[in-house]
């Protein structure tokens, strides 16, 4: 056992391998919801586990007090897949503490950073303060495949829910030492396309030349699918977007995080996208057509000669607003159909979707969290910033709970966050303690 | 055991998983060698392993008589892979007969083939007839991998392996009962891409716009491979193709596999290709550019919004006369760097090759040859074709031994070589045993 009881709670949640997307995990899914719902109820928290159609919901709340504001912490106890698992240092669910860092998956997206609300509110318990709000901790499980069964739920229990507003940290700070304050989001929308031209596999020297092969297509298709500057050419992709403020491409021209440092962070041999856009504004507020992956023929050692019969790529669109994810969809879709030729047939299955997210910094929510930032953060003032990701639950607590969401994330640019060796300080884990609990004095 | 102790012979020739290009098969490819050395040897050959840096060469010989003319019949001991596994019926190293077929990986590409031949000679050593030809048999283990050993054995053996002509049962027949000599072949060159963009895989919500996709680079790469004709666009690539003959493009207009059928065996949703060639004049005659495999990113079930690191893919040119291997692979790599932009890595890896091949079917040796084709099916008129795939080692014997190949093949259109459910007629097997005992009949 750890001697910090803080880090061994945190490395026995990481110990469960809850990855979301592949049935094989379903069993350790349902282990680490009920050990977050205990360990609510040992904090005397009203604690249940809700099943879904997929994963289950574990909503936790203290008995109301009348007069205090209410609210509400969503995280997620589900995580990425692990591979390639050869990259790992040390293996993905065996948490691994050095010079101060935790490597393992969801150390910080987002186990780490769910569980430093939970611990700040057992210190104040443990201090033998009253909670200054009526609190709700809302810990789904299928963050990570685009919380198919949260809106439905949320719909069924919105009286239960009612509260002033939301509070998330799934999101990053700039840099070590500077607090962050997210005000927007990127939001997202999946597909996948499959091609078949042969009905088998065909040894490409007796057929090849007559047939289309299935790969030559995608991958011309694919190459429709951008300019060379990465600009997606999807007519009516860019109609709804909404162009960046000045204030804010101001003031990100301020944050430690230019152009050489998102190259140094990335390791890629140079930046690429959009010309008049600084790498942080592309990241931010611009959207994308990303290939998350490929796939056809022979993939093993050596050379197989077949022309083969099949050829599918993962496709996922981040969007900004005031992009539509259905509108998206089928303008993607229409594309596709129109660009593939009927050499092949065309299957495309579309996935998960959220909207971006957009709202005001400096309305009296996002000044309360704003000074809890500075003082969890030895008084730093926080960056006010947008983020690439998406979490599109917080579009859903909109509109169907009518409140707003503060992102408070303690994520760090080099956190490896869904790649390998995924990792979150200490020092971060220690400030998010502290974080909740000045949050939650200032909301008050 | 199979009361036919001719196809006991083969089944059990079968059941070796002989599969080259892979490490892992090693010992079975070992295995493989040595029971056709030994089959060899109880016909009264003098029967030698040899082995290279990679698989082992079976050559067997009878004592020479003077006076006689001197033929090689070469074949290959290897196969291919056998994925996709799961689209076997039977599974591919048990031999499965039913209604007349034989079902495993190697049936037709090549162990039932130059299994024939070897039990050609027995029968008719069995029959106390002698050998009207003196005979070497050549029997190789890297055929599907490009011969890479072969070459430098001939030439070391060159005296002891000289011959008149050389006979190799590797190719197909046009149709059921419709003896096919084949008189030219495609060559081939292989080559395998590889693009790293960033230095590990990315979240695509974070860093996704700022740099570049390695799947999307990659997609675009390959699309400026073809026009879309499916024409190849490397400068140069087309410079020195022979154009087909008057002769030979009305012969095989006359072929009973027209478009239709090619349509039919393929399964595809239509044929593609070059305009102006039918599309088996585009399969013998004109060259290509086929992508056998594509991978990058994630594959798995579901979706992983990753920006991957690297993406990869395999191709190979079928090449025809007069299409150097060298200089096409040399013209495309310069392609592939010319059209690669500088926001990934690109490493290319050359692989196999192999010239393209074209002989007079009108000389004497070919007219034996024909001649032998019709008595061992039933009288019919030999059809002259060119095949799609590729001999690659045809071409070196010609440069090395200075003689002819005879190509009498046995393949059926479906006999899915290289494909799942590869097969092999139990009629084709028992003519090609037919044909060894004419053809050495009428070369001799």
Redesign the interface.
């Known amino acids: 056992m750890n001697p910090d009881p803080q880090l061994h709670d945190l490395f026995t949640l990481l110990r469960f391998s809850s990855i979301s ?3 094989a995990h379903q069993p350790q899914m349902q282990a680490c919801a009920a050990w977050v719902a205990e360990k609510m109820s040992c904090l005397g928290f009203s604690s249940t586990i809700h099943p879904t159609p997929g994963h289950p919901i574990v909503l936790a709340r203290k008995k109301p007090s009348p007069g205090k504001k209410t609210v509400l912490i969503y995280g997620h106890y589900d995580v ?2 692990v ?2 698992l050869h ?1 790992w240092t040390h293996p993905p669910f065996e948490p691994h503490l050095e010079n101060g860092i935790i490597t393992a998956r969801g150390a910080t997206d987002n186990k780490g950073q769910f569980l430093a609300h939970i611990l700040g509110v057992q210190e104040t318990l443990d201090s033998g303060t009253e909670l200054p709000v009526n609190l709700i901790f809302l810990i789904e499980g299928e963050e990570e ?2 919380s198919p069964h949260l809106p439905a739920f949320l719909e069924q229990h919105r009286e239960e829910l009612a509260c002033d507003v939301i509070v998330i940290s799934d999101t ?1 700070m700039i840099a070590p030492g500077l607090p962050t304050f997210t005000y927007g989001l ?1 939001g ?1 929308a ?1 597909l996948e396309l499959f091609l ?18 299935p ?2 297509v ?3 298709l ?2 429709t ?2 300019d ?1 500057q ?1 600009r997606v050419r999807i007519p009516g992709f860019y109609s709804q977007v909404r162009e960046l403020q000045s204030w804010e491409r101001e003031a990100w021209k301020k944050l430690p995080l230019g152009d050489s440092d ?1 190259l140094q ?10 010309d008049g856009y600084s ?2 504004e ?2 931010y507020a ?3 057509a ?19 019969s099949r ?1 599918s ?2 496709l ?1 669109f ?1 969007l900004v607003p005031d992009q539509d994810p259905d509108i998206i969809l089928e303008q993607a879709c229409q594309h596709l159909r129109e660009h593939c ?5 065309l299957e495309i299955k579309t ?2 979707s959220g909207k971006p997210y957009l709202v005001d910094p400096h309305n009296p929510y996002g000044q309360a969290a704003q000074r809890a930032l500075a003082r969890a953060f030895d008084h730093a003032e926080p960056a006010l910033i947008r ?4 979490i599109p639950i917080v579009a859903t607590f909109k509109e169907v709970l009518g409140v707003d969401t503060l992102l408070l994330g303690l994520a760090l640019p080099d956190c ?5 060796n995924e990792n979150f300080p200490v020092a971060n884990f220690k400030a998010g303690i502290r974080l909740n609990q000045e949050l939650l004095r200032e909301l008050a």
Chains 1, 2 share one sequence.
């Open positions: 997307t592949d049935p990425q897949p591979d390639p990259l495949i685009g990053g990127r997202i999946a078949t031209g042969p009905d088998k596999d065909l040894h490409s020297g007796i057929y090849g030349g007559a047939v289309a092969n790969i030559t995608l991958a011309r694919l190459g699918l951008h060379e990465g998102l962070l990335t390791g890629s041999p140079a930046l690429a996208g959009e790498a942080l592309r990241c611009r959207p994308t990303e290939l998350n992956g490929i796939s056809g023929g022979y993939q093993g050692e050596g050379t197989k000669t077949v022309l083969p050829a790529a993962k996922t981040r030729p009927r050499t092949v047939h996935g998960h983020e690439g990701g998406s490896r966050a869904h790649s390998p």
